[in-house]
């Protein structure tokens, strides 16, 4: 199975500053997916962004936005002007040829007023 | 918007006791999914189903079977359920992989506990 891994199983941010969430990967694939999803305390998980592995230029969505290294295996996201309602627990996701998401185990992120 | 619904916010249930955890999607995906989230350990795979009747196993499926006989509703079931499978479980649904790998959408989890 491939593995991803969050090394941070919490961070802190104060409000309208940046923070940045790690997440690597193992694959032997060059062609795949990663996404970063966002699980609200109400526990409906969202997508926030995704990136695909072929693309040179990192994805951004608003104030989300990513920066992929596909040698280093490193996909991080990084959140701008942070808000309370960004508030929640991140998982970082891999998909590769088939139908079958791996996910990270997750960073538990606190905004602070 | 797609929508994924399950059956139950909450449940709590007995040991030993057969439990039926219901899943709907509204978007006419091919794929649907149950995982498992633990604190410390994410999301894991139980059990997928690419289409109708058809079933794969993923990473923890022991003490699980699924049914899936329409598109649009797929369940996990629980034989004899045990503590130890006292955990958040998640659906999800997306559609089948073809030219893009497309993002899987979630319904809004089921906390079963199991005494």
């Known amino acids: 199975a491939q593995t991803v891994t969050q090394s941070q199983p919490e961070m802190s941010v104060q409000e309208a500053e940046t923070v940045t969430l790690s997440c690597t990967y193992d694959?032997?694939?060059?062609?795949?997916?990663l996404f970063w999803y966002k699980q609200p305390p109400s526990r409906q998980m969202i997508l926030v962004i995704r990136?695909?592995?072929?693309?040179?230029q990192n994805a951004t969505e608003n104030r989300f936005s990513v920066n992929f290294q596909k040698a280093a295996k490193s996909f991080s996201l990084k959140i701008s002007d942070s808000q309370l309602g960004d508030a929640a627990m991140y998982f970082c996701?891999?998909?590769?040829?088939?139908?079958?998401?791996?996910f990270g185990t997750g960073t538990s992120l606190t905004v602070i007023p | 918007d797609v929508k994924v619904t399950q059956s139950s916010r909450y449940l709590v249930k007995r040991t030993g006791e057969k439990v039926f955890l219901e899943c709907v999607q509204d978007m006419d995906h091919e794929n649907m999914f149950w995982y498992r989230q633990d604190p410390g350990l994410g999301l894991r795979l139980i059990y997928f189903s690419y289409d109708v009747k058809m079933k794969e196993k993923g990473d923890i499926p022991e003490g699980y079977s699924v049914s899936r006989e329409k598109k649009e509703r797929f369940s996990l079931i629980l034989e004899s359920a045990s503590t130890n499978q006292t955990s958040m479980y998640l659906c999800?649904?997306?559609?089948?992989?073809?030219?893009?790998?497309?993002?899987?959408?979630f319904g809004p989890g089921t906390r079963l506990t199991v005494l």
């Open positions: 999800a649904s997306s559609l089948l992989a073809g030219d893009s790998y497309n993002e899987q959408f």
């Open positions: 996701a891999y998909i590769e040829a088939g139908n079958q998401f791996y």
């Open positions: 990136q695909e592995a072929y693309k040179q």
């Open positions: 694959t032997s694939e060059s062609d795949y997916y």
